[in-house]
């Protein structure tokens, strides 16, 4: 597998999950598109480090990076979900325009 590649299968990742963000109107799954986003995101990081830096950690440690990021924001998005779910009872997207203070 050279970097084309690479850069191709990151490319499809990124289209469905920009796909998903643009169609889905369920939170969860708005979620899992952005997580699929940046698993793309990820795959580049690691492609670019692997083929064209000096120095193959590069990659590697900005896809940690973005790995802590997602895991942050990925536990405060999920604590909305939950409190939306008990406050609405449902988890539609328009459902969360009522929470504006």
Known sequence: MNLQHCLILAALVFAVGVFGLLRQRNVVALLISI??????????????????CVDATAGSIFTIFIIALTSAEMAVALAVVIALHRNRRALDVHA???LRG
């Open 35 to 52: 997580e699929l986003m940046l698993n793309a995101v990820m795959i580049n990081f690691i492609a670019f480090g692997r083929y064209r």
């Open 96 to 98: 969360m325009s009522n």
